[in-house]
């Protein structure tokens, strides 16, 4: 029985869930590093080997899960019960990683952070890799997956910018309010980000039961189970796939880096007491032009350029915003406007790139299908977890060596030194090295994502239309 075309109550309710998980991977992403190295006093060393090492558990997590997901059969489909398992199971591990309790010494700091960021990582992936994988158990079309992919692609950018633009304003005010006056500035952090893990957690299950009581499974989708070594088999054997993976670790590892330490370079280079609001502002603006990117400036291009120009286009608009964002803090420049327009630059790539790599990846299940013999949706899609994972975590690994390197934490400063300027406190070479790695880096690694995926990604619009009319 051909299925009907989605109504707007399910696209509704798609996008809610992809609001939801978004804020809850934004939060972990971008703040985690932060919370446990500069408020709680963990080791930026031992920080390092708990990011990294959770990514390489993923490698072996994120494929098994796959698995799992294609053999399961109950009455509500394979799809829904681990969506909504895991979201619960997620949300309630995200809030007790965020309520580390203060009075645990350095050992049970450590354990702490390692047990449910680990945790974390495995409960994530149970409810993601369904979310995405769930699409054709309810669409009809090539067409109608494109654009509900496509929409939940933009959704999940609008969740990844409430956290950025609001976090640390809300952590401010809640932890000043109940920690009261007088507090330490670690202390309201830290009381802040115990509360608004909270809220994200209970909006994240609201917005996923939504979405699993208005995505009905029409039809049981015949998703191909196979071992491990046939998927990671598959992957190899499909030079694409390969080329659009290492791209999109490149991609997203050169912005984690700047997510990780954008927060440092406001809090420690520009300081302030104002800091919060200049930090603030800047992801306003730029979560703005990443959500207007995605459904505006792709659209867009996309009647004048092929996708990979847009690709091309959008990984030169973030190295020259790198390139502003270090001249003008070369220059001494403090004012927070002189950084709007490089940031904007920089979130609008970001934005095109959420859409541009999830339809590389899909040109290469068509590509592996004519190549290989079989569609290996769920390998490629679960895969796409896996590398946006794998780029947080190395990102952060060297985002928590270098703070390590250049000193800079608030447990390094004194009680009477927190309630200051902390920008005053810091080294000029502590700052010099923030700024080259904020911005050289990711510059270093786009340049080599670009060279990369110009020399092993061949297809192009005119390559998948040869492939389609093959298929």
Not at 111 to 119: D, E, G, M
Not at 448 to 461: E, G, H, N, P, Q
Request: charged share 15%.
């Amino acid at each position: 029985m051909e299925k009907q075309k989605l109504q707007t109550k399910e696209k509704v309710g798609y996008g809610l869930g992809a609001v939801g998980k978004d804020m809850v991977y934004m939060l972990s992403a971008s703040y985690v590093l932060y919370y446990f190295q500069d408020i709680m006093g963990v080791s930026s060393v031992a920080m390092a080997i708990i990011l990294l090492a959770a990514r390489i558990f993923d490698a072996f997590n994120d494929p098994i899960m796959g698995v799992i997901v294609a053999k399961t059969k109950t009455r509500w489909g394979k799809f829904r019960p681990w969506l909504l398992v895991g979201t619960l199971t997620n949300a309630i591990i995200l809030f007790l990683m965020f309520a580390c309790p203060p009075t645990l010494d350095a050992g049970g700091l450590i354990a702490w952070a390692a047990v449910f960021y680990i945790l974390w990582g495995v409960t994530y992936t149970m409810m993601d890799i369904p979310y995405w994988s769930m699409i054709p158990a309810f669409t009809s079309s090539g067409k109608e997956r494109e654009s509900l992919t496509t929409l939940a692609r933009s959704c999940a950018g609008v969740g990844s910018a409430i956290v950025s633009i609001f976090t640390m304003m809300i952590v401010s005010g809640l932890g000043s309010v109940i920690a009261g006056d007088g507090a330490a500035s670690s202390e309201i952090e830290r009381i802040g980000f115990k509360y608004v893990s909270l809220i994200v957690a209970v909006l994240f299950v609201v917005f996923i039961v939504i979405t699993c009581i208005t995505i009905k499974e029409n039809s049981t989708v015949d998703m191909q189970s196979a071992t491990l070594k046939q998927m990671f088999s598959a992957l190899v054997h499909n030079d694409q796939a390969m080329a659009a993976v290492i791209t999109i670790v490149l991609v997203n590892t050169a912005l984690y880096i700047t997510s990780n330490l954008v927060i440092y370079f406001f809090k420690y280079d520009l300081g302030g007491e104002s800091w919060y609001t200049n930090y603030t502002l800047f992801n306003m603006v730029g979560g703005a032009a990443q959500i207007l990117a995605m459904m505006l400036l792709f659209p867009l291009l996309r009647k004048a350029f092929s996708t990979i120009k847009i690709f091309y286009i959008s990984l030169c608009m973030s190295i020259i915003g790198y390139v502003i964002i270090l001249l003008v803090a070369m220059s001494g420049g403090s004012d927070i406007w002189l950084y709007l327009i490089p940031g904007i630059l920089v979130m609008a790539s970001s934005g095109m790139n959420n859409v541009i790599v999830t339809i590389f990846l899909a040109n290469t299940v068509d590509y592996g299908q004519l190549k290989n013999g079989r569609r290996d949706e769920s390998v490629i899609f679960s895969m796409q977890t896996f590398v946006v994972k794998l780029a947080s975590g190395i990102a952060a690994f060297i985002a928590a060596i270098s703070l390590g390197i250049f000193n800079l934490s608030s447990s390094a400063t004194t009680e009477a030194e927190q309630s200051m300027d902390l920008s005053l406190n810091v080294a000029a070479s502590s700052k010099m090295g923030l700024r080259l790695l904020m911005t050289v880096g990711p510059i270093i690694i786009l340049i080599f994502a670009m060279i990369w995926f110009s020399k092993k990604y061949i297809l192009t619009d005119e390559k998948m239309k040869e492939i389609v009319d093959k298929l």
